[in-house]
Each structure stands twice: as structure tokens, then as C-alpha cells.
């Protein structure tokens, strides 16, 4: 969640797992799934850790960012045809993007946040649109797929997407999060 007045980027997150004594055991970093993260707006993650940690093992999470010069203009319509539980634990999402903008829109990734009904995050996951430039007044599609444990607890999602000219057009609409 980006809580200041400015557009973020460059947002690295770093995990550090410690032992009972408060040793660390391992550590690992990854960057957050959206190119830039609006004032107020959420952007998904992934850290993985290869170590086997132990069974009373902490964790804490650090992030490191950039103040970003650029606030992308809004030009990039989200379109989802497709919201549904598959078979054998996965999730998929199928939509396209139009680029409203006056320029190619190049890079285009779709990015989405996955909630349980408590809207505790369940899982996150991205895709590029196929093809990942976009021309003006062009849409391309884009199908965001994942397996999950139990898909059946997802009860909504929060859709972004970016170029890395242009962001998201919010309205009423795509601002709420769809089950």
C-alpha cells in the first residue's frame, strides 16, 4: 500500500526469517508486481525462501523505493470477460486491455491481488498481454491463470495494469474489487 501524497516505484521487498534466538536463517527479496503504485493504491509480491526454516522462526519485511518523477496518465481500459474457479485448485482471469493513449503502449501488465472472504490476501499473481504492445485505440487480451490450495476461498480481486507509458483509467467501476 503506498501511503504518501506521490507515485512510488522501484519497490523492492525484502523478507528476513529468524530463528528462536533471533538469528537469521534466510533472507530474500523480490520486486512488487506493479511498475508504479499510485498514492492509496496496492501492489502484489512474492518472496520466496529456499531454506527450510524453523518451526518457531520470525519473519520481518522491509521495503526500499523510489519517488517517481512520472505520474503515468490514465489511459490503459481494463476489460475482464472472465472471472472463474477451475478445476483442481486453479484460478483464471480473462480480459483484454484497450490503450486509450496517444502512443504505443509498451510492457502492458495486468497484476491482481486475490482475497479470502475476510479480505486477507490469498494469493497474487501477473501476466502480459498478448502481444505486450499495444497500439493507440488497439486492445489486446490478456489470461492470468495460478493454482492455488483451495481456490474456492477466493472471494475477490483487486485488477491493475500498467505500461510503462500509461496506468490503469479508475472509475467507480474498476476501483472495487470482483468476485
Known sequence: LNNFRYPIEDVRITAT???KNGLPVATGEYNANDY???PGSRSGFHVFLH??????SKYTLTTSF?????????TLLLNVDTNSKGTAGSYKVLGEVLNQGPGNANSVKVSGIFYDKDHKVVDVDYTYTN???ITPNKKAPFYLSFYTDNSEIIKSVALNVQSDEYSL???INQTKTKS
Open 36 to 38: 508504479q503504485i499510485k
Open 66 to 74: 523510489e519517488k517517481s518523477e512520472d505520474d503515468k496518465p490514465e
Open 131 to 133: 502481444p505486450d504492445i
Open 51 to 56: 531454506e527450510k526454516l524453523p518451526n518457531s
Open 169 to 171: 483509467i479508475t472509475n
Open 17 to 19: 526469517a529468524y530463528d
